[in-house]
């Protein structure tokens, strides 16, 4: 509460906005008056230069958020993923600023209603595992590369993302086009990691990007009755016992065909 009435308290208002104000303003009412008549004399002398000069330069400074919004944002988006992860999409303003450590206030100066909220947590959580694709791809070992990827994106909640926006995704993407670039940004990443494996003999055939993303959806979230503690005590064994399922040679041929990332957006 104490950081949303500190944000609160000086959000909106320009840095450098007391410039200007004459020294000892504030220390009684006659020398007030005489640092006013000089402040006018001042702009009479300029033309008013200055204080349009001033204006300008407060108003760039305003457009740099400060640290403490910074990380309220950061906070915000981070509660709303672990929600969402814990308890589905339809988690709720007052549970997500609670997890945060903020007022609702706070959450709404970053996001003006829940569907902002949730497109920037679905945004944020897709960059950050594409990330994680492209640093995977920079290792030599190119199964151990993909197995890396994959705990990675476990730790991101990355597959309970999957369904935030499923209802109405074209239409988000249409009108956002940075949620666009993000899953085309992922989607290029894990299937580029799926093909290195795959030309190396390291992957089985059969298994295709759905396949993967549909598993880390699974165990991204808790079974039903279970905290998230113990989905987390379990989750990253679980999920390398189904990464050795995917090395060559497969043992056994898999029912039905391989699904694409394509295939899971298709209703």
Do not use: W
């Not at 009684?28 to 006013?36: D, K, L, M, S």
């Not at 303003?93 to 003006?112: M, P």
């Not at 920037?120 to 890396?148: I, K, N």
């Not at 086009?177 to 055939?205: F, N, S």
């Amino acid at each position: 509460m104490t950081e949303d009435m500190t944000e609160g308290a000086t959000s909106g208002v320009p840095h450098g906005a007391t410039h200007g104000v004459p020294h000892g303003a504030t220390s009684g009412a006659a020398e007030g008056t005489r640092g006013v008549a000089a402040d006018d004399a001042a702009r009479s002398r300029t033309g008013g230069a200055g204080a349009s000069c001033e204006a300008g330069c407060a108003g760039k400074k305003a457009g740099r958020p400060r640290a403490d919004a910074v990380r309220n944002r950061e906070r915000i988006i981070d509660a709303a993923r672990e929600m969402a992860a814990e308890h589905g999409a339809e988690v709720s303003i007052d549970e997500v600023a609670r997890r945060a450590g903020v007022g609702n206030a706070t959450v709404y100066r970053h996001f003006h209603d829940r569907s902002a909220l949730v497109r920037e947590v679905v945004r944020s959580v897709m960059d950050r595992t594409a990330g994680r694709a492209e640093e995977a791809l920079t290792l030599s070992g190119p199964f151990d590369a993909l197995c890396v990827f994959a705990h990675g994106a476990v730790e991101d909640r990355a597959g309970a993302m999957c369904g935030m926006l499923s209802a109405n995704a074209d239409e988000a993407e249409r009108e956002h086009p940075d949620l666009r670039a993000a899953r085309t940004r992922l989607e290029a990443g894990v299937e580029a990691l799926l093909g290195r494996a795959r030309e190396a003999g390291e992957l089985r055939p059969d298994v295709g990007g759905g396949d993967l993303m549909f598993v880390l959806s699974q165990l991204a979230r808790p079974l039903p009755g279970c905290t998230a503690a113990l989905n987390d005590r379990y989750v990253h064994r679980h999920l390398q016992l189904f990464l050795e399922g995917l090395r060559a040679p497969a043992r056994s041929p898999l029912p039905g065909s391989a699904a694409t990332l394509e295939a899971l957006r298709t209703p």
